[in-house]
């Protein structure tokens, strides 16, 4: 049976999840901090005092993109992936993905199936802006390969690397009129 990864009951949301008031104080000061550029050092606070928070995990990544310290970005979804994974009980290694991985899991795992496939598009996304683009080719070509109806929106992703690619050899090929 097909699975679409629009159509689910959105349960187990992450940012549902509670944390420590002390944690939700630091990610709330770091928001209000974030015009001066000062809110890495409670968003690292939280970080410590709550790991495997996806709140966490998600304001730090979004703090980092947005400084356009896509490194720090990337190690913090590769993070989140991590810990998204075992819970829904994927290959450790994203390159092992099939189908039937996403539509033999039951449904009430979808949410974070979803989360998952979007953490799997956002290491694509940061790789690609990093000029990784074979690591970042592969994970849209796998995204687009486990969602025929592009539904996490990989195809124009993969699209854009390609591009990327060819326009780069073009740079680096000689011109045959010369010779």
């Known amino acids: 049976m097909e699975m679409d990864l629009l159509q689910f009951d959105a349960k187990d949301l ?3 999840k509670a944390d420590s008031q002390e944690v939700e104080d630091l990610i709330q000061y770091a928001s209000e901090l974030y015009a001066t550029g000062e809110a890495e050092l409670p968003l690292l606070q939280a970080y410590l005092r709550a790991p ?3 709140n966490v995990l998600v304001s730090l990544n979004r703090f ?3 400084q356009h310290r896509l490194p720090e970005a990337l190690l913090i979804s590769e993070r ?3 810990l998204i994974r075992p819970g829904i009980d994927f290959p450790e290694d994203w390159r092992q993905l099939e189908r039937t991985h996403i539509s033999e899991a039951p449904k ?3 949410t974070r199936i979803r989360l998952y496939l979007f953490t799997l598009k956002s290491i694509g996304f940061l790789n690609m802006r990093l000029e990784n683009l074979e690591l970042s080719k ?3 070509e796998k ?3 486990l969602d025929d109806k ?3 929106g990989a195809q124009g992703l993969l699209e854009l690397v390609v591009r990327r690619q060819e326009a780069a050899e073009g740079i680096f090929r000689m011109p045959q009129a010369f010779g």
């Open 80 to 82: 989140a992936l991590s």
């Open 143 to 145: 995204l687009v390969s």
């Open 64 to 66: 980092y993109y947005y």
């Open 14 to 16: 992450y940012y549902e």
């Open 52 to 54: 495997e928070s996806l």
């Open 150 to 152: 592009d539904r996490i």
């Open 108 to 110: 009430d795992l979808l």
């Open 138 to 140: 592969a994970i849209f």
